[in-house]
């Protein structure tokens, strides 16, 4: 089993960062991709980043030159700085981590931590 923390979430206005932070801990030798999912009000819960265990990344296009993802490893650790936030950046941002166990693969989710930006 793993279990994902986020933190770092909270009211921002528009124009500012906040940096969000995921903490793994369990059964984490096997994570290999982790990723940022957010869901606003009445909408689905959407990719938001994503990055593999060789450090590739990937975006959404919404937030393209505007977010980035990065992982400390050593740490167990996902980040997400969001730079320039913008209010339909509004939303609850998760953790996600897959993970390969030696029974099979499994994913993960973290409960979550809000974002609110204001105009």
């Known amino acids: 089993q793993v279990q994902l923390v986020e933190s770092g979430g909270g009211l921002v206005q528009a124009g500012g960062s906040l940096r969000l932070s995921c903490a793994a801990s369990?059964?984490?030798?096997?994570?290999?991709?982790m990723a940022w999912h957010r869901q606003a009000p009445g909408k689905e819960r959407e990719l938001v980043a994503a990055?593999?265990?060789?450090?590739?990344?990937n975006y959404a296009d919404s937030v393209k030159g505007r977010f980035t993802i990065s992982r400390d490893s050593a740490e167990n650790t996902l980040y997400l700085q969001m730079n320039s936030l913008k209010p339909e950046d509004t939303a609850v941002f998760y953790c996600?981590?897959?993970?390969?166990?030696?029974?099979?693969?499994?994913?993960?989710w973290g409960k979550g931590t809000p974002v609110t930006v204001t105009v």
């Open positions: 996600y981590a897959r993970c390969l166990h030696a029974w099979g693969t499994q994913g993960y």
């Open positions: 369990g059964d984490t030798a096997g994570i290999s991709a």
């Open positions: 990055i593999t265990s060789a450090g590739s990344t």
